[in-house]
């Protein structure tokens, strides 16, 4: 079972400022690549970043992704108001046949 | 726009069962995996299981196997979960989702998800 841990667990941040967030997996997966997700109290998730860097459909170019292996990172580059919410990382391996999430990361806008 | 509804959720006793329905539009439905991802209260998002587009790959949590099945019917663009001895613990909003597959990385990932239903299991 891969377990993916995410770092910090909350993080408060004033608009304009700079978010980063990090994800990283107790081992190796085959695809080596996360995914990013938003999520605001009440909705479902939206997808913001695959394969690690690649941005969704529609997500800001102020969003993007990084990393490979075990570690993977979020960056915010500069936020806005509606930013707010839960960011989970994850995974996939083809040889357990699982998707795994992280804990998530809670961002507040001070 | 892509629109995944989630029905058949509700109240159910401990040892019950249940099953949750996901309607596909503006989607071709027939082309994508499709997956239960679900959301205890106040908790993270854990996923449930998978299914490929053809119904020949399928794959359970560890923490459903044996009492959850998930099906699907091309013909009529819906997903299905069957959920049998439901637990307290099971007590979530379930999401049907969506999942692609990034060639260049290997990665499947999520990209449409329905608004959930919630199951909720009490006596």
């Known amino acids: 079972e891969i377990v993916l841990t995410q770092s910090p667990g909350t993080l408060s941040l004033s608009p304009g400022e700079r978010a980063t967030l990090s994800c990283r997996a107790s081992?190796?997966?085959?695809?080596?690549?996360s995914a990013w997700y938003q999520q605001k109290p009440g909705q479902a998730p939206r997808l913001l970043i695959y394969?690690?860097?690649s941005r969704a459909t529609g997500v800001p170019d102020r969003f993007s992704g990084s990393g490979s292996g075990t570690d993977f990172t979020l960056t915010i580059s500069r936020l806005e108001p509606e930013d707010f919410g839960v960011y989970y990382c994850?995974?996939?391996?083809?040889?357990?046949?699982?998707?795994?999430f992280g804990p998530g990361t809670k961002v507040d806008i001070k | 726009e892509v629109q995944l509804v989630e029905s058949g959720g509700g109240v159910v006793q401990p040892g019950g069962s249940l099953r949750l329905s996901c309607g596909a539009s503006?989607?071709?439905?027939?082309?994508?995996?499709m997956n239960w991802v679900r959301q205890a209260p106040g908790e993270g998002l854990e996923w449930v299981s998978y299914?490929?587009?053809?119904?020949?790959?399928?794959y359970y949590a560890d923490s459903v196997k044996g009492r959850f099945t998930i099906s699907r019917d091309n013909a009529k663009n819906s997903l299905y979960l069957q959920m049998n001895s439901l637990r307290p613990e099971d007590t979530a909003v379930y999401y049907c989702?969506?999942?692609?597959?990034?060639?260049?990385?290997?990665?499947?990932?999520?990209?449409?998800w329905g608004k959930g239903t919630l199951v909720t299991v009490s006596s």
């Open positions: 503006e989607f071709t439905f027939s082309s994508y995996s």
């Open positions: 994850q995974q996939y391996s083809s040889s357990l046949g699982e998707f795994t």
């Open positions: 989702a969506s999942s692609d597959y990034d060639f260049r990385s290997g990665l499947y990932y999520f990209d449409f």
């Open positions: 394969g690690a860097s």
């Open positions: 081992q190796s997966s085959s695809s080596s690549s």
């Open positions: 299914i490929s587009s053809t119904s020949t790959t399928i």
